[in-house]
């Protein structure tokens, strides 16, 4: 089993920056992929970023293509999500995810294990 704890959200201006974080314990922390999803009111879950077991592979959807950053710190066994130019329309409960099926995936389903969330406001 794996226990995720994201932080890092808050009330930002839009064009703000922030970092969530994600601490991760449990299992060994290479074994499994990550992943970031968001979830606005009334709407559901969206893939936002993911990033394989080394590190060397990401993914993003278009949405936050080129605005966020997904990294992983293997000595510490957390992943982050830097989010720069941010909108009001990025204004969600993030939540992190591992994986531990091979690759990465864009599915909610793909994923075993979730933390609580941590919430990010974009006041326009």
């Known amino acids: 089993q794996v226990q995720l704890v994201e932080s890092g959200g808050g009330l930002v201006q839009a064009g703000g920056s922030l970092r969530l974080s994600c601490a991760a314990s449990g299992r060994t922390f290479t074994g499994y992929a990550l992943g970031w999803f968001r979830q606005a009111p009334g709407k559901e879950r969206d893939f936002v970023a993911a990033?394989?077991?080394?590190?060397?592979?990401?993914r993003y959807s278009d949405s936050v293509k080129g605005r966020f950053t997904i990294s992983r710190d293997n000595a510490k066994s957390t992943v982050y999500l830097q989010m720069h130019s941010l909108k009001p329309e990025d204004t969600a409960v993030y939540y992190c995810?591992?994986?531990?099926?091979?690759?990465?995936?864009?599915?909610?389903?793909?994923?075993?294990?979730w933390g609580q969330g941590t919430q990010v406001t974009v006041s326009s």
């Open positions: 990033i394989d077991r080394s590190g060397d592979i990401t």
């Open positions: 995810a591992s994986r531990r099926g091979p690759g990465i995936s864009i599915q909610s389903r793909g994923y075993d294990y």
